[in-house]
């Protein structure tokens, strides 16, 4: 999750009082991605913005610091509930506790994680791969049939009437193709991969003994949950859970049923839905707009989002309806909640 970190240099001495001339020096950071894999410096190492490098700490500071870096209790004489009324910091207020929350649990173990496997993105991707394969093959069928019917201009080699209509067959033919394989990257070059993706999803939900969104129902929608962390991050699979939204709009709930989660959302309990926009390919020819719907609600845990996009639709031609899916969304759960848009 993307958050600002606060980082404190500072001897070990300190922590016992033992050696109070050692200096500690401050830093800030806005993490946008964590580190990948094992690292000697978790800090260092994340990606984000620096906001502050270093900052050298007088000893008459470090009572400010008391709520989030407790050891140096010794150091300064001071608890952190002190050293706040001492620089005059009014205590924060009870959290209150939300009349309605979001219930986000796991899928059992047994039934969790079946579809969004290595495997499956390797399917998905190989057929994307293989559109791409496809239209080098129908170049090339062209290119045969263009040899085939117009050879080289010598006197010693002329086509017959055979070859020369065969070459024009062989023509018409990789151009119909080629002009079905290329619309298909820019309507939905997806959309082989996606219609595995949804059948696999089917057979798995099938052997659930209970379902909180039925995939069968006409109201249900295949959808995919993206971190923003993957936003346009090279990847096999970028969702994070894949399965199938629902807004049972008599018992004002939004409903999903996932791979790997399952939400039960009441209205009242979303604090925010806003549609918010990525372009893959920025600053390119290809450059394609995708839209997200980004749910935030209460949640006993603390801090809850779900960026949800309709799953497939991400040919460079669907821009406006993957906007109008998404922004209907949001007007629906708006609704929902009473605050219509």
Same mark, same amino acid.
Not at 130 to 149: E, N, P
Not at 195 to 208: D, G
Not at 231 to 260: C, H, N, P, T
Not at 302 to 313: L, N, S, T
């Given at each position: ?29 806005? *993490?946008? /991605? ?37 050891? %140096?209790?010794?150091? &300064?004489?001071? @608890?952190? /509930?002190?050293a706040l009324q001492q620089l005059g910091v009014k205590p924060e ?20 994680? $079946? ?7 390797? *399917? ?14 129908? #170049? ?15 006197? &010693?080699?002329?086509?017959?009437? /055979?070859?020369?209509?065969?070459? *024009? ?7 119909? !193709? ?13 959309? #082989? ?16 003994? !209970? ?9 249900? @929608? ?6 923003? #962390? ?13 399965? +199938? ?14 791979? $790997? ?29 995708? +839209? ?24 460079? %031609?669907?821009?406006? $309806?993957?906007?109008?899916? &998404?922004?209907? #969304? ?12």
């Amino acid at each position: 999750m993307p958050n600002t970190t606060v980082a404190l240099d500072f001897c070990p001495s300190l922590k016992e009082a033992a050696l109070r001339s050692c200096t500690a020096y401050l830093s800030v950071k806005n *993490i946008t /991605a964590n580190p990948q894999g094992a690292v000697l410096d978790a800090y260092e190492s994340a990606k984000g913005a620096l906001l502050a490098r270093s900052v050298q700490l007088n000893p008459d500071e470090l009572p400010a610091l008391l709520p989030r870096f407790p050891a %140096f209790q010794s150091l &300064t004489g001071h @608890t952190a /509930a002190s050293a706040l009324q001492q620089l005059g910091v009014k205590p924060e207020p009870p959290p209150e506790r939300a009349a309605a929350v979001a219930e986000i649990r796991p899928v059992p173990p047994e039934y969790a994680g $079946k579809v969004l496997t290595r495997r499956t993105a390797l *399917i998905g991707n190989a057929f994307v791969l293989g559109a791409l394969l496809a239209m080098f093959g129908v #170049l090339g069928l062209m290119f045969w049939g263009g040899t085939t019917a117009f050879p080289d201009s010598k006197p &010693t080699r002329q086509a017959s009437p /055979a070859e020369k209509a065969l070459g *024009i067959a062989l023509i018409a033919l990789g151009g119909l !193709a080629f002009l079905g394989v290329g619309a298909t990257f820019f309507i939905d070059p997806s959309w #082989l991969g996606n219609r595995y993706l949804s059948k696999r999803v089917r057979k798995e939900f099938a052997r659930r003994p !209970a379902h909180l969104v039925d995939p069968e129902n006409p109201d249900a @929608t295949f959808v995919e949950v993206v971190p923003k #962390l993957n936003w346009g991050q090279m990847k096999l699979e970028s969702a994070s859970d894949v399965g +199938f939204l629902l807004l049972d709009k008599q018992r004002r709930e939004i409903l999903f049923e996932g791979d $790997k989660e399952c939400y039960r959302i009441p209205a009242a309990a979303v604090t925010s839905c806003e549609v918010e926009v990525h372009i893959v390919g920025q600053g390119t020819h290809g450059a394609t707009r995708v +839209f997200y719907v980004v749910l935030r609600g209460h949640h006993p845990g603390g801090f809850w989002e779900a960026p949800v996009r309709k799953r497939g639709d991400t040919g460079l %031609f669907l821009s406006r $309806k993957r906007q109008r899916w &998404t922004d209907g #969304l949001r007007r629906e759960i708006l609704e929902m909640r009473g605050h219509p848009v």
